[in-house]
């Protein structure tokens, strides 16, 4: 598995000539889970699809991304189409929105597989099969028959997990793929993603706002605030010794809705009033 390095990402909008993304660096060692926090609009997204480069031509970018040492921002759009899914997977927070309303859901899996694989198309609906299994989805032909509308939010992300186990990638970049999930898909999809990441040795870049889920699944964090990542390092860290006033806030304000949540529930825990 490879490394991803970021070095002096900046994205800014052409027409306002804002800057969304200010000279952000960090790396992704092989195998391990990143996960990047921040409040709503501070550059999150914009940072995950700009590895993938998926983000509209209005902007502009500058800096390197480098996946085992090839700068992808050099690369043909035809080499970059080969990387994509095979090598870089993206997850993003509506499942709806990653799949075709118009195909059942297996036509849009074996055009992907199709794409980087030789494979018939029995040994791609036996693979996906497969995977479909081991994220606990049952009956795996009636789902490849369904329409994405037909599915929950939670099984469609399953999915996508097990699309990832198939295709192996490098790298699974996951833009607050639980989300739009009720609590208990919530979890399972988390626990999908942790066995996703022990079974093939990917690494992760993983986007949330719930400071519990990225304390499960992340070796490091960055926090992000207006565009720029204003604290990184490694977990256990960040939790124990927040140095930004910003990541004190998010880290206090989680801990909190943890207390609130207790005393509700009949805990011993005080609220703060
Ligand atoms: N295509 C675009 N053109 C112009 N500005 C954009 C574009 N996409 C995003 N932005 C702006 O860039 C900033 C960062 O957006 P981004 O989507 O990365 O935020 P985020 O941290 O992912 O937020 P959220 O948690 O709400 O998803 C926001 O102010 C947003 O309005």
Partial sequence: MNSLEVSNLKIGDDATGRALV???SFLVEPG???????ESGSGKSLTCRAILRLNPAGLRQSGSIALGGVDLTKLSEREMRKIRGRRLCLI?????????PSSVVGVHLRETLNRHFGWSRAEMTARM???????????PVAVMNSFPHQLSGGMLQR??????????????????????????SQYEVVEQ????????????IFVSHDLGVVRRLAD??????????VESGPTRKIFSEPRHAY????ISAKEALNRRFNHVMGGDDVVDR
């Fill in 159 to 184: 999915i996508m997990i097990a699309l990832a186990l198939v295709l192996e990638p490098d790298i699974v970049v996951a833009d607050e793929p639980t989300t739009a999930l009720d609590t208990v």
């Fill in 193 to 204: 993603f942790a066995s996703l990441r022990a079974r093939i040795g990917c690494s992760m």
């Fill in 32 to 38: 391990s889970c990143t996960a990047i926090v921040g």
């Fill in 220 to 229: 490091e964090i960055l926090v992000m605030r207006d565009g720029e990542i």
């Fill in 92 to 100: 993003v927070q509506n499942g709806m929105r990653a799949f075709d």
């Fill in 247 to 250: 990541t004190r806030h998010l």
């Fill in 22 to 24: 200010r000279n952000s």
């Fill in 129 to 139: 099969g497969k995977a479909m299994e081991s994220v606990r989805l049952k009956d």
